[in-house]
Every structure is written in structure tokens, then in C-alpha cells.
């Protein structure tokens, strides 16, 4: 069984800087994607990020592009999500997802991720 576990959430100043975690555990080998989505209070849950762990292709939203990135440790089955420049409008509920499909061409789908963690809270004060 496949679970996804973040972890790193936490208050930060605005302009500053902060790395999430996503574990995976369940899959056999790396055909899968990792995608960070975000929810703020109010608001519908936004895709932000996605990974591959087999290609390492990243594709990212325009809200964060040129700040947040993501890297993969295959190894440790592992994504980190690295936050710079954080506004205050980046504070959210931060998840992460998993599924199989993988695509070099263009993102995976929301509805394709079928694994969610429990998510974790950034905060970002002005």
C-alpha cells in the first residue's frame, strides 16, 4: 500500500525561505510523480508543483515559478519542495501526492493522484 507522508511546514518571515518533505512509501520501483498542491483558507487547492522520480522532469505553476523548486532523493524515496521568496499570499495548507502516471510532456492530472498525505501548514507573516 502506498502512503505519502510531508513533513517541514512552519511560520516564516515574508522573503524568507523554508523546505518541505515528501516520503513516499509502497511503490517498487521510481515510474511515479510526486505533486504539491496548497490550500489557503478560503480558496480551492491549487497544483503547484510535480516531479518525477524516474526522469526528475519538474513542472511548476506560473504562481511559483523562479521561487519554489523541487528535488528528489530516489534512495530515501524523498521529494523536498524548497520555498524562496515567500509572500504572505503563499500561506497555505501544503499536501503532497502520488501516482503512477507519469508524463515528460506535460503534468499529471489532479484527478490522477490517488495517494495524499495529511498535509502541512506554511505560514508566511508580512
Known amino acids: 500500500e502506498v502512503h505519502v507522508v510531508e513533513s517541514g511546514g512552519g511560520l516564516v518571515q515574508a522573503g524568507g525561505s523554508l523546505r518541505l518533505s515528501c516520503a513516499a512509501s509502497g511503490f517498487t520501483d521510481d515510474d511515479y510523480t510526486i505533486g504539491w498542491f496548497r490550500q489557503a483558507p478560503g480558496k480551492e487547492r491549487e497544483a503547484i508543483l510535480s516531479i518525477s522520480m524516474s526522469s526528475g522532469v519538474t513542472f511548476d505553476a506560473d504562481s511559483v515559478k523562479g521561487r519554489f523548486t523541487a528535488s528528489k532523493d530516489n534512495a530515501k524515496n524523498t521529494v523536498y519542495l524548497l520555498m524562496n521568496s515567500l509572500k504572505p499570499e503563499d500561506t497555505a495548507i501544503y499536501y503532497c501526492?502520488?501516482?503512477?502516471?507519469?508524463?515528460?510532456?506535460?503534468?499529471?492530472?489532479?484527478?490522477?493522484?490517488?495517494?495524499w498525505g495529511q498535509g502541512t501548514q506554511v505560514t508566511v507573516s508580512s
Open positions: 501526492a502520488a501516482t503512477s502516471y507519469t508524463d515528460d510532456v506535460r503534468p499529471p492530472p489532479t484527478y490522477e493522484y490517488d495517494y
